[in-house]
């Protein structure tokens, strides 16, 4: 089984900056893309951005403003995000693409992390 946990939400004040984690424990082999994904109440899950083996792609609501990073050794990675707007608050999730020594691949995600962004 694969557990990921997320941290570094809170409150932030417009225009301020935060950084999340994500850690990934279990019986991994392997993680082969790593994930942010963000929810607000009423609405789809969006992806905010992934990487995969090293290539970073970004979702179109916070581009320019974030920055995902991955360390695949340390199974972590993080999501710097600059020039927060209210509207970026939400529940911030991780997602990992996981090979395990019990399956192949299979999608894993953390129980998410809130952040508002609110003066």
């Known amino acids: 089984q694969v557990q990921l946990v997320e941290s570094g939400g809170g409150l932030v004040q417009p225009g301020g900056s935060l950084r999340l984690s994500c850690v990934a424990s279990?019986?991994?082999?392997?993680?082969?893309?790593m994930a942010w994904y963000r929810q607000v109440p009423g609405k789809k899950r969006e992806l905010v951005a992934d990487?995969?083996?090293?290539?970073?792609n970004y979702g179109d609501s916070l581009q320019g403003r974030l920055t995902i990073s991955g360390d695949n050794a340390k199974k972590t990675w993080y999501l710097q995000m600059n020039n927060l707007k209210p509207e970026d608050t939400a529940v911030y999730y991780c997602?990992?693409?996981?090979?395990?020594?019990?399956?192949?691949?299979?999608?894993?995600w953390g129980q998410g992390t809130q952040v508002t962004v609110s003066s």
């Open positions: 997602n990992a693409d996981v090979t395990t020594w019990s399956a192949p691949r299979q999608d894993y």
């Open positions: 279990g019986n991994i082999v392997n993680i082969n893309a």
């Open positions: 990487i995969t083996f090293g290539v970073a």
